[in-house]
């Protein structure tokens, strides 16, 4: 099986302030002049003019700072960067969105995120856009696990309990939203030469049993692999053996992503170690809940589970 790859960076970021098509863009425009008014059809005939009136009257830099910029085409599992002006709020599936001071922004669709998703952004100068984000619909596998320990499956009092318990550490760790732009520079993956064995999204039928669907990438090494840190970051959780996760390392890289490897046999770092991208961090395992060797790659958006492959690659 191979893995699908969709390179962010190949995709064409649209510019609400110069498509000129859709309502944001007129939006934006108002944004720049706060005065001016007006019908789609007239947008269309003037929007040659306003090019040149941005061009003649503003920097570019001010122009740049009243854009919104999002990838065109959106998948669920999908991790999004937009920009905007640094000064502008970001609302986005309830929350408050942390904005850079260079005006990036992330925000992650969930598994099954809706065709449509609202998007929010008001201004410093008090104007409001309401964006609906357009997003692909997905089909997921299903996937028969044979083989498991049994009580990863259906756990004994006790353990239910100690997976709570380390279920919580993971919880309260991806909570974390740190102002650090260690995502900017894409991700690479955590081990080589694996083969994909797991997909994101793939509802799981674990020994006859439905379970939550696979939220994560499996990559399929025999054990004592070097696993690298995916991105820069700090270490938030590294234990050598929780029950589902075995040997698991989260590293958090800003804005509320964060990477979690999870099997693995051995672990390099501890939690506060800064990494950088590339770094060794232990090694595969067969460690929790697993059948054999491999590395389930978890990434994450806060509590929202993304796709690991479909994050940007590093820049050439
Ligand atoms: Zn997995």
């Known amino acids: 099986m191979t893995m699908k790859h969709t390179n962010p960076f190949a995709l064409r970021y649209r510019r609400e302030n110069g498509a000129g098509r859709s309502g944001a863009a007129r939006a934006s425009i108002?944004?720049?002049?706060?005065?001016?008014?007006?019908?789609?059809?007239?947008?269309?005939?003037?929007?040659?003019?306003?090019?040149?009136?941005?061009?003649?009257?503003?920097?570019?830099?001010?122009?740049?700072?009243?854009?919104?910029?999002?990838?065109?085409?959106?998948?669920?599992?999908q991790l999004v960067i937009g920009h905007v002006a640094h000064d502008a709020k970001v609302e986005f599936a309830g929350r408050r969105v942390r904005v850079g001071e260079d005006g990036v922004f992330v925000i992650g669709l969930e598994r099954d995120a809706p065709a449509q998703v609202p998007l929010n952004v008001?201004?410093?100068?008090?104007?409001?856009?309401?964006?609906?984000?357009?997003?692909?619909?997905?089909?997921?596998?299903?996937?028969?696990?044979?083989?498991?320990?049994?009580?990863?499956?259906?756990?004994?009092?006790?353990?239910?309990?100690?997976?709570?318990?380390?279920?919580?550490?993971?919880?309260?760790?991806?909570?974390?939203?740190?102002?650090?732009?260690?995502?900017?520079?894409?991700?690479?993956?955590?081990?080589?030469?694996?083969?994909?064995?797991?997909?994101?999204?793939?509802?799981?039928?674990?020994?006859?049993?439905?379970?939550?669907?696979?939220?994560?990438?499996?990559?399929?090494?025999?054990?004592?692999?070097?696993?690298?840190?995916?991105?820069?970051?700090?270490?938030?959780?590294?234990?050598?053996?929780?029950?589902?996760?075995?040997g698991i390392v989260l590293i958090d890289h800003g804005f509320g992503l964060s990477s979690a490897t999870i099997h693995m046999s051995k672990l390099d770092v501890k939690a506060g170690d800064k990494v950088t991208q590339g770094q060794l961090i232990g090694l595969a395992g067969a460690t929790g809940r697993a059948t054999g060797p491999h590395v389930h790659w978890a990434f994450n958006w806060f509590d929202v589970a993304l796709d690991p492959a479909l994050l940007p690659k590093p820049a050439k």
């Open 30 to 77: 108002r944004e720049a002049y706060p005065g001016l008014s007006l019908s789609k059809a007239q947008h269309e005939r003037f929007r040659g003019l306003l090019y040149i009136i941005v061009a003649l009257f503003t920097s570019p830099a001010s122009a740049a700072d009243r854009t919104l910029q999002i990838p065109e085409h959106l998948q669920q599992g």
């Open 122 to 246: 008001r201004f410093s100068n008090g104007k409001v856009q309401h964006l609906q984000l357009k997003v692909a619909k997905r089909e997921y596998h299903i996937e028969h696990i044979q083989g498991l320990p049994q009580k990863t499956v259906t756990p004994d009092p006790e353990t239910a309990k100690r997976i709570a318990r380390e279920r919580e550490h993971i919880v309260e760790a991806r909570k974390r939203d740190d102002a650090r732009e260690d995502f900017l520079k894409g991700f690479v993956l955590p081990v080589e030469g694996a083969r994909i064995g797991g997909t994101y999204g793939s509802q799981r039928i674990d020994n006859g049993v439905p379970m939550t669907p696979h939220f994560g990438l499996d990559m399929v090494v025999p054990t004592g692999t070097p696993v690298h840190a995916p991105a820069d970051g700090i270490v938030t959780l590294a234990e050598p053996d929780m029950v589902l996760n075995g």
